[in-house]
């Protein structure tokens, strides 16, 4: 995974955190989301997408 899908994926975790604290989010459909942008934090952290893996996509960049 590369720099920019983390940084993508680490500010839309935030914003949907952000969302939910401030009470914009409710209802089911925040915890959703709040299980989403979970996901993508630990996806961010770890650098690894196992959807990626599946379709075979990868964001880095690989020096030749």
Known sequence: MGNTD???RFIV???IALLYYFGI?????AYVLLAFG?????TGFVS???LYSIVGLNTCKVKN
């Open 13 to 15: 975790a935030i914003a």
């Open 25 to 29: 989010l409710q209802g089911t459909l």
């Open 48 to 50: 690894i997408c196992p």
């Open 38 to 42: 979970g996901i993508l934090l630990v």
């Open 6 to 8: 983390r940084i993508v």
